[in-house]
């Protein structure tokens, strides 16, 4: 079992930059990859980035390749999502997801989610 909060959501206006972090708990987490997604409103939730249990692995979304960074720190049971350029359509509700990371990059979906974290950006 794994419980996950988000933090760092906020308002930014286009062309800045904000950091989510994501805490988890359970002693499991370093065996398992860890990922964000994010649901803008009237749209379907959408993957945006993964990195592998160890670390040594990110995956992106098109949409924020060269943008976002997934990072993830296994002595701290915490992962983060560095987010610079940000754009309006970045606008959403970010959700940290840990489960396998098959099942995100293939599916959108995972094992565990936090309850989400709100950003916004401003034109």
């Known amino acids: 079992q794994v419980q996950l909060v988000e933090s760092g959501g906020g308002l930014v206006q286009a062309g800045g930059s904000l950091r989510l972090s994501c805490a988890a708990s359970?002693?499991?987490?370093?065996?398992?990859?860890m990922g964000w997604f994010r649901q803008a409103p009237g749209k379907v939730r959408e993957f945006v980035a993964t990195?592998?249990?160890?670390?040594?692995?990110?995956y992106y979304a098109d949409s924020v390749k060269g943008r976002f960074t997934i990072s993830r720190d296994n002595a701290k049971n915490m992962v983060y999502l560095q987010m610079n350029s940000l754009k309006a359509e970045d606008t959403a509700v970010y959700y940290c997801a840990a489960g396998q990371i098959t099942r995100m990059l293939t599916g959108g979906t995972s094992d565990y989610w936090g309850q989400g974290t709100q950003v916004t950006v401003s034109s």
């Open positions: 990195i592998t249990a160890g670390g040594s692995g990110t």
């Open positions: 359970g002693r499991t987490f370093n065996s398992y990859a």
